[in-house]
């Protein structure tokens, strides 16, 4: 038998045990790889994930980590690759990370980190025929170089959360992506919620040269190079101003989670460390939640901060894309742009009765449970992603 399908079958049988929610029966899913192996188009994917650790051994497509890291209790933002492998049997493709299915043996390589452009390269001179595809899953954040076509000259295709540069031949508009339903949660009635919390690490940010970074193969505009010295648009100091803010208030009120609060003398007092488990399951104490993303402007990514607020049952206070309520309501979050300062906007949600909140968390609940949201759930992401997938192999 193939040795990619003896590898999905032994994957298969292993996310069956850890994931069982998740995945369709055991022998049903044995029954299709199985039938992969009388079936010459097989077609066997690689994917490079996000990150080196945590995601290997096909963790990826489980919806887990196998690291220990401040980010490890949150893996509801992959349910949309679980659903990637699920739905590959059914068009015939072995989906596994570059551990299980090495890229030398893959038929496509699937790259969902940066890799420097001269390692695609010598991978596509390694293996001709073999077709190189970029995820973009990174925030713009002094990044904007990644998003020069002159750095994706190696990839046959790029999937992006850039509209402009969607073209539906070459690039692929990549979505922001929700949970699985099952993950909604119900918080604590109103009078019993504190008033808001923000969730994320608190650093210092350090400007760069870009040097270093030329000099691995990124090819750089005069606007790319500005974007990675100056970072333009960046919130990593809001945030910090913001959680320095949120400690001022009177008997508490706001909370501080993550790496680095306890390190400020303004913020030790309202530090609650780092969290043992999924946002999804505290942050519907609180009122508000504040999904800010590192990066602001109509091209940043849409990361799992407002979604993880919807599930979660609070009301987000959004920061990020300009165009967000392209994809999710203006009744169904706070935009954080219409307050000047973060001490204005706190002052606003303090002071806030419940028919306000009530208002926009209804407007949430509605949202996230109508059939407007299906197109942003694991499974519309799925099927479109291995759709075009298949369309890029020559199947479609």
Known sequence: MDRAVKVAQRAFVLRSRSAASTMQPLNDGLRKVSACANNAEILR????????QGFENDALFQSRRLDQSSHSPNVHWLDCFAEVYKRGYESNMVFGTADVIPKENADIVIYMNQVDPKDVVAQKL???GQ???LVM??????ARYTLNPKNHVAYDAVFTYVLPLVDGMRYFFLPPRAFYRHRINTGVPFEQRRIGCLVGTNRRFRYRSGVFTMRKGWKFSLRDWIDYVFCPGELISLRSELGKACATYPNGGFDLFGEGWDLLPETRNVCLGIPRQSTLTYIGRYRYYFAFENHAGDYGLISERIWDALWGD??????????????????CYIDARQFKKPREMLDWLYRAPESTWEKYHTAGREFIRSSAVEKFLPEAFAECFVRQIAAIAGRG
């Open 137 to 142: 899953l990174e925030t713009a954040l002094g």
């Open 45 to 52: 994917v690689s994917v490079v994930p996000p990150i080196s």
């Open 314 to 331: 609070t009301v987000p206070v959004y920061l990020g894309h300009t165009g967000i309520d392209q994809f999710i309501p203006r009744e």
């Open 131 to 133: 077709r190189a595809i």
């Open 126 to 128: 390694k293996c001709p």
